[in-house]
């Protein structure tokens, strides 16, 4: 239901839908956004435009892009940016945090497990048809030690929230996730359009991650040397994530490599470099598993490295992450994370699932296909908004397609309800107006876990979507996880002397 909260300067005609992010029901700012919105209040639609269009320029020039695929040739763009922060409160973050941890440690354990001893299987926690039918289990990872028996060296947890406020995972990323480089871009774009904003808000810093992401890295190298060789390896420049991959090396001080820089050889990886070969010791890798080593899997590959995967049976590289990962990101897999968590910790889910159809069962499947005009269907492999039916926006047409392709192949998807996204003021035409969100905290597990504070919030920018992803038409915001007490007030531009101008 829209409710119209306040008349304020640029929040004039803003309506609150559903959970909001900074309006509380009676339409007043929640605590820990009362002193950003009293600021925001203030400001003219001008200056708010001035600054949105810096923030662009600031975006272009560092040639902050990713790339759209699936409409003719790729696109490379500026990802939209909306400089009104996202913030949480430190309260809410501890129990995101203890809940993050607790989910990537439970995913870890189920990744172990099914290529080892499959005890979740032989137990019947979950069927195993859905996880050696899954599109991410690879066989050849049967048996395979990796270092520390970590696999998710680096994740990224979709979180919604519902109608109430609760937050809710929505997918696991534990492959090959994307998105940190627009976290801590987004940071810095802020301090530069609104350094205001950050007087007297507490702020948890965010710019530690990449080394944090090195240690990470560091911590799976088997060789036990003291200063092991990493380097990024990327698919390359027309990947769509490129920027990612070169800033993340850039910001490690690491090499950035593509399969044709290196060789196998004696058990082991060598990067081509201008004084010879060099060992190579860990290898954060953004390249699918098939395409890793022509030999093993895909041999079209021209990505891989032949013999890399004898580098890893040999016990002479450390991948990040590891070979196989890809198990826990099938949507298949997602309804039974709560039990994970159960079955290898011992312990009590801190997050909770989206209530998901298994259209494997036939009641559920029989469910789902009477009621697609109310739920969202998508595909188990399914990535980047692509491949899924939002029932209440679709035609009867879609939904008689839909219907046609679970019957022939329901392991093929899920269906969860259609959830309303929580909505945050958002800088549109001059004024801010409410638009959907999600999060994507990013978590690092090596020596030991680490949440990044915040992570990446996407923005759906069309009014009324659902669907945050970049690829379609979404945009990001810049992430506050606040520390202790709110402020009580915030100091504006005329009020800052000298240099913090």
Excluded at 65 to 88: A, C, K, M, N, S
Excluded at 177 to 202: A, C, D, E, I, T
Excluded at 468 to 480: E, F, I, M, P, R
Aim: proline share 6%; hydrophobic share 35%; glycine share 8%.
């Amino acid at each position: 239901m829209n409710r119209r909260v306040t008349d304020a300067g640029p929040f004039d005609r803003y309506e609150r839908n559903g959970f909001d992010e900074m309006f509380a029901e009676d339409g007043r700012p929640r605590l820990h956004y009362d002193a950003l919105y009293n600021r925001l209040a203030t400001l003219s639609a001008e200056d708010m435009e001035s600054r949105h269009h810096m923030a662009d320029l600031v975006m272009r020039r560092q040639g902050i892009t990713f790339t759209v695929y699936g409409r003719g040739e790729g696109l490379e763009q500026i990802i939209p940016f909306d400089p009104i922060p996202r913030l949480i409160s430190s309260e809410e973050w501890e129990t995101l945090e203890r809940g993050l941890e607790q989910r990537v440690r439970a995913l870890n354990a189920f990744v172990h497990d099914v290529y080892h001893d499959r005890l979740i299987l032989k137990d019947r926690v979950v069927p195993a048809e859905l996880v050696v039918g899954a599109s991410g289990y690879q066989r050849e990872c049967v048996g395979l030690r990796v270092p520390r028996d970590i696999y998710i060296h680096i994740s990224g947890i979709d979180l919604i929230r519902d109608e109430s406020g609760r937050f809710l995972v929505l997918e696991d990323n534990a492959r090959t996730p994307s998105g940190v480089s627009y976290v801590l871009n987004n940071r810095h774009v802020m301090k530069q359009v609104f350094p205001f904003l950050f007087q007297q808000y507490n702020v948890r810093p965010i710019d530690d991650y990449p080394a944090n992401l090195l240690a990470t890295l560091r911590a799976i190298d088997p060789s036990g040397r003291d200063d092991p060789t990493v380097a990024v390896m990327t698919p390359g420049v027309y990947n769509s994530a490129y920027f990612e991959h070169s800033f993340l090396a850039r910001q490690m001080g690491v090499e950035l490599v593509e399969g044709r820089d290196l060789f196998f050889d004696g058990g082991f990886v060598y990067m081509r470099t201008t004084r010879g070969p060099r060992r190579v010791d860990v290898l954060y890798r953004r390249v699918d598993d098939r395409s890793l080593d022509p030999l093993a899997f895909d041999r079209n590959s021209v990505l891989g490295v032949p013999g890399l995967y004898g580098a890893l049976r040999a016990g002479n590289l450390g991948l990040a992450n590891a070979l196989g990962t890809g198990v826990c990101d099938d949507k298949a897999i997602y309804p039974f994370v709560p039990e994970f968590v159960r079955y290898y910790l011992r312990e009590e889910p801190i997050l909770a699932n989206v209530e998901t159809f298994r259209l494997t069962e036939p009641s559920q499947r029989q469910h789902v296909l009477a009621n697609l005009e109310k739920l969202v269907v998508k595909a188990v492999d399914g990535s980047g908004g692509y491949g899924m039916l939002i029932g209440p926006n679709s035609t009867k047409a879609q939904r008689d397609e839909f219907a046609r392709k679970i019957e022939a192949d329901p392991r093929r998807f899920i269906a969860q309800p259609t959830i309303s996204l929580s909505q945050h003021p958002t800088f549109v035409d001059g004024r801010l107006e409410g638009r959907h969100i999600d999060l994507r905290p990013f978590v690092l597990f090596g020596d030991q876990v680490r949440v990044l504070p915040g992570g990446l919030t996407r923005v759906a920018l069309p009014k009324g979507s659902l669907v945050v992803n970049s690829s379609q038409g979404g945009g990001t915001k810049d992430t506050w996880v606040l520390r202790g007490e709110p402020p009580e007030s915030i100091k504006g531009p005329a009020e800052l002397q000298g240099d913090e101008r």
